[in-house]
């Protein structure tokens, strides 16, 4: 048996498609200890996420974490489970569903989109066979992740080729590997502050809050801490805000070690210990609202901020399926595709049938040759 996936009913002249791979994070399959135990083990054992030797941090992690955070997760994925599941699967499915049926108007029968997670389901493996099912024979890889870090974009490449090595026909391959200051993001960010804005008022304080990173994946040379000053530096100028207006904090720290700083916790008490009494707060790295955004940030730091002293934290949520959202996602997919035929608005259709009709029958005609 070959250790390789091929095609064994393959049909010359079968019709291709451009696949889209929109990829995040990922969550457990519900919010119990035991699904959520499944996803850390998966999460925490991938190298790119935790750099420590494995025979090292295998001990840790089912020594020690798997057995205490798991039942303290899943109660914090219960207060923002939806109807229709994980808040991050639900919201990237309607912003996949979105972006499908533009591509079904602008490039009609020429795209297959599959969602792909990181982590627990749908795989990326998974994701990748559907398109492979629909006859994609490029592939465009779009981790929704803004800012680059090996621990998520680079992460997801690893799971993408892990998969591709198994084909036997490995398809073209592109990556989004960042589109931190892409002006269609940048603009979706302010048009968000403004409807925040325009509906609650401004608080008195901004805070940008990214996800943290280890200190010593800065300086190690991971690009992540300088895309998050650049996107917070142009959202600022966008909406013409004062250095003192606004801060820029890293979240969701996980472990001992020292990561990037300002911490958005201590940053809440320091802002509340200076008399600032209500804050908003953007998440302008995360893609879709997810545990860190809706139960971290908007739940647990509004706790601490209250706690210290402060009145309001007020949270704007992530761009999710917005509009601006969507149609900036498109056309940085489009200019991504740009050079693949079927993405060419030139492309003639009926032209392209000729020739796989053509194909076909020479491949019919070398069949029924005699030998």
Same mark, same amino acid.
């Given at each position: 048996?070959?250790?390789?996936?091929?095609?064994?009913? &393959? !049909?010359?002249?079968?019709?291709?498609?451009?696949?889209?791979?929109?990829?995040?994070?990922?969550?457990?399959?519900?919010?119990?200890?035991?699904?959520?135990?499944?996803?850390?083990?998966? &999460?925490?054992?991938?190298?790119?996420?935790?750099?420590?030797?494995?025979? !090292?941090?295998?001990? =840790?992690?089912?020594?020690?974490?798997?057995?205490?955070?798991?039942?303290?997760?899943?109660?914090?994925?219960?207060?923002?489970?939806?109807? *229709? +599941?994980?808040?991050?699967?639900? =919201?990237?499915?309607?912003?996949?569903? @979105?972006?499908?049926?533009?591509?079904? %108007?602008?490039?009609?029968?020429? =795209?297959?989109?599959?969602?792909?997670?990181?982590?627990?389901?749908?795989? =990326?493996?998974?994701?990748? $066979?559907?398109?492979?099912?629909?006859?994609?024979?490029?592939?465009?890889?779009?981790?929704?992740?803004?800012?680059?870090?090996?621990?998520?974009?680079?992460?997801?490449?690893? /799971? !993408?080729?892990? #998969?591709?090595?198994?084909?036997?026909?490995?398809?073209?391959?592109?990556?989004?590997? %960042?589109?931190?200051?892409?002006?269609?993001?940048?603009?979706?960010?302010?048009?968000?502050?403004?409807?925040?804005?325009?509906?609650?008022?401004?608080? %008195?304080?901004?805070?940008?809050?990214?996800?943290?990173?280890?200190?010593?994946?800065?300086?190690?040379? *991971?690009?992540?801490?300088?895309?998050?000053? @650049?996107?917070?530096?142009?959202?600022?100028?966008?909406?013409?805000?004062?250095?003192?207006?606004?801060?820029?904090?890293?979240?969701?720290? &996980?472990?001992? @070690?020292?990561?990037?700083?300002?911490?958005?916790? $201590?940053?809440?008490?320091?802002?509340?210990?200076? +008399?600032?009494?209500?804050?908003?707060?953007?998440?302008?790295?995360?893609? /879709?609202?997810?545990?860190?955004?809706?139960?971290?940030?908007?739940?647990?730091?509004?706790?601490?901020?209250? /706690?210290?002293?402060?009145?309001?934290?007020?949270? !704007?949520?992530?761009?999710?399926?917005?509009? @601006?959202?969507? #149609?900036?996602?498109?056309?940085?997919?489009?200019?991504?595709?740009?050079?693949?035929?079927?993405?060419?608005?030139?492309?003639?259709?009926?032209?392209?049938?000729?020739?796989?009709?053509?194909?076909?029958?020479? /491949?019919?005609?070398?069949?029924?040759?005699?030998?």
């Amino acid at each position: 048996m070959s250790r390789f996936i091929g095609t064994q009913d &393959f !049909v010359h002249g079968r019709p291709t498609k451009i696949g889209i791979l929109l990829c995040n994070l990922g969550t457990p399959d519900e919010p119990t200890a035991s699904a959520v135990r499944r996803y850390l083990a998966e &999460f925490l054992s991938d190298r790119r996420v935790v750099e420590i030797p494995p025979f !090292v941090w295998q001990v =840790i992690l089912h020594g020690i974490i798997l057995r205490v955070r798991p039942r303290r997760s899943a109660h914090a994925y219960a207060k923002v489970w939806r109807d *229709d +599941g994980s808040p991050l699967l639900a =919201i990237t499915r309607q912003q996949a569903a @979105a972006i499908r049926e533009e591509f079904d %108007e602008q490039l009609p029968g020429r =795209i297959a989109l599959a969602v792909g997670m990181r982590y627990g389901n749908p795989s =990326i493996g998974a994701a990748l $066979q559907e398109l492979r099912a629909a006859n994609v024979r490029k592939i465009l890889v779009v981790p929704l992740y803004p800012q680059y870090a090996a621990a998520t974009t680079a992460s997801v490449f690893d /799971a !993408v080729t892990a #998969e591709l090595r198994r084909w036997r026909w490995v398809p073209a391959l592109r990556l989004i590997d %960042e589109y931190h200051q892409d002006p269609g993001y940048i603009h979706a960010l302010a048009d968000s502050l403004d409807e925040h804005w325009n509906e609650h008022g401004r608080a %008195e304080h901004l805070l940008m809050s990214f996800h943290g990173t280890p200190k010593r994946s800065l300086l190690a040379g *991971d690009p992540y801490h300088c895309q998050v000053h @650049a996107t917070a530096r142009l959202l600022a100028e966008h909406r013409t805000l004062a250095p003192d207006e606004y801060t820029v904090c890293f979240q969701s720290r &996980f472990g001992r @070690a020292e990561w990037l700083q300002p911490y958005t916790e $201590q940053t809440l008490k320091t802002l509340a210990d200076r +008399g600032v009494r209500t804050v908003d707060v953007i998440c302008p790295g995360f893609a /879709a609202d997810c545990l860190e955004t809706l139960e971290e940030i908007a739940l647990q730091y509004a706790e601490v901020f209250r /706690a210290a002293g402060g009145e309001s934290l007020r949270y !704007v949520p992530a761009l999710n399926d917005r509009t @601006a959202h969507i #149609e900036a996602l498109v056309r940085l997919i489009r200019r991504n595709l740009a050079g693949w035929d079927q993405a060419d608005t030139g492309w003639d259709p009926a032209r392209d049938e000729e020739l796989r009709r053509a194909a076909a029958a020479r /491949a019919e005609a070398m069949m029924q040759a005699p030998d």
